[in-house]
């Protein structure tokens, strides 16, 4: 089992600075957006925490309760929740600018503790660094393009969890594909199939846009597509020995972060594939 990473106390100071938006009496501008002791403490029972006043000034009150609950257990999953709400982008509608400013200075500290800040879709994951393919971002901005909420909720929920939550983010890249397979379907006025677990949803959706492998003679274009099937299953495999869908024995073996992150690369270029054929014969 993995030991439970921590955030560096560098990346604990710079996150605070960004959520209090700096000392009131430091004539250098706020990285991020000033909040007042009022605003601090909203933004933190916003995310869950029984807090109901400020005790001291609001730079080192942040500071200490960042640091309070980077040594409590579940950690490493609680300080990915709060960066990324931090950055939740409808709190800097008309001031991108200091989206951007607050992203660039965190992403800094997090090079160090092997991290960062990546865009995906609308918003800001915090990952592994080099942990995204291009597939996982192009598939995001066709889920934003084509106005799929369900495929753009389900796949963010994959991709942030990914390091924090490895078996709830195969339960969320199996979602997706799920996703993915209903509203195409739901769009092309096509019935789910009677089981409507991944393999038989991806299945019905591939022989609905003329893809399936018993539709082509070609032995090489029948093994690229079969192995699209195949792809599905192994995920629904994933999802239901290891994912959080499911009760849990106490010999349950917990997946690590690269068996998640293969998941959810997995489930991306398959939804991709089935996104853009849509999209062709769509157009």
């Known amino acids: 089992m993995e030991a439970e990473r921590k955030f560096s106390p560098q990346y604990i100071d710079a996150l605070a600075e960004c959520i209090t938006g700096g000392s009131g009496s430091s004539s250098a501008p706020s990285i991020g957006i000033y909040l007042t002791g009022y605003e601090i403490v909203r ?53 991108e600018d200091k989206l951007e400013n607050v992203v660039n200075y965190l992403n800094k500290y997090l090079q160090y503790d092997g991290f960062e800040l990546t865009k995906i879709g609308a918003a800001y994951h915090l990952i592994e660094a080099g942990g995204t393919a291009p597939v996982i971002e192009s598939f995001a901005e066709k889920a934003i393009y084509l ?15 990914v390091d924090s939550d490895p078996g709830g983010a195969i339960t969320s890249a199996c979602s997706t594909l799920e996703s993915v397979a209903k509203s195409i379907l739901d769009d092309l006025g096509k019935p789910y199939p009677r089981d409507q677990s991944i393999q038989p949803l991806v299945l019905t959706t591939l ?38 869908a499911h009760g849990r024995g106490k010999e349950f073996a917990q997946l690590l972060s690269r068996h998640a992150r293969l998941a959810v690369n997995a489930a991306s270029t398959v939804g991709l594939f089935l996104l853009e054929t849509y999209l062709d014969i769509k157009s």
Do not use: M
Request: proline share 4%.
């Open 43 to 95: 933004f933190f029972r916003s995310l869950g925490y029984d807090i109901n006043s400020l005790e001291g000034s609001r730079v080192p009150f942040t500071q200490d309760f960042l640091n309070q609950i980077n040594h409590e257990e579940n950690s490493f999953k609680q300080i990915i929740r709060i960066t990324e709400r931090l950055l939740d982008p409808r709190d800097y509608i008309n001031r």
């Open 147 to 161: 106005s799929l909420p369900n495929v753009k909720a389900d796949f963010e929920r994959a991709v942030s969890s």
């Open 207 to 244: 022989r609905e846009l003329k893809l399936a492998p018993d539709q082509y003679s070609k032995a090489e274009t029948k093994r690229i597509l079969g192995g699209l099937i195949n792809i599905a299953a192994g995920i629904g495999v994933l999802r239901t020995k290891y994912g959080d």
